[in-house]
């Protein structure tokens, strides 16, 4: 398949619905030139926890997880990730990082926060981004694949 100015050429080719019935392929034409279509989904590349000093974080402490995707990414709203800490479910909210390719989410710990386990500190619940009513696109607006790899987290815990 090609596309030319004039149209798309299916060079012998055809294109279908599920029913078999072959496509009407018409373009209307227009004055734009340099048209560059991107279909690649922004997908997350890597994690890494910062933040805190210490393995042992304390009221008022900030954990800071950065989430780096394959190119650079515009958030609208207040995305988040579900985190377990003590016996309730918090979040690590969205920050900081729109219009690049790194995007930084916090917990500020309160009193009373403990590990759910002694000596495990927490735990992601979910390796999928919420989207809290908000979204995350490329330059294009192709919505970003909200899933990540779970970081490794060792020897952190709190002592709220």
């Known amino acids: 398949v090609s596309s030319k100015l004039n149209g798309l050429s299916l060079n012998g080719g055809t294109i279908q619905n599920y029913s078999l019935e072959n ?3 018409t373009r ?18 890597s994690t890494a926890f910062t933040g805190a000093e210490h393995p042992a974080y304390v009221t008022d402490d900030v954990l800071e997880l950065t989430l780096t995707f394959s190119e650079d990414v515009t958030v609208t709203g207040t995305p ?11 979040y ?4 900081s990082g729109t219009g690049t390719d790194e995007l930084v989410f916090q917990y500020t710990v309160v009193a009373g ?22 979204t ?8 970003a694949n909200l899933k990540f790899r779970r970081p490794a987290i060792t020897q952190i815990t709190f002592n709220a």
């Open 80 to 90: 988040r990730i579900p985190i377990g800490i003590d016996q309730d479910n918090k």
């Open 92 to 95: 690590l909210e969205y920050a």
């Open 136 to 143: 995350i696109v490329n330059a294009a607006g192709n919505a």
């Open 28 to 45: 209307v034409a227009t004055a734009q030139s340099g048209v560059i279509v991107d279909g690649i989904t922004p997908t997350v590349s």
């Open 113 to 134: 926060d403990v590990a759910p386990i002694p000596g495990q500190g927490f735990s992601i619940q979910d390796v999928n981004i919420d989207l809290n009513g908000g």
């Open 23 to 25: 496509a009407t392929i």
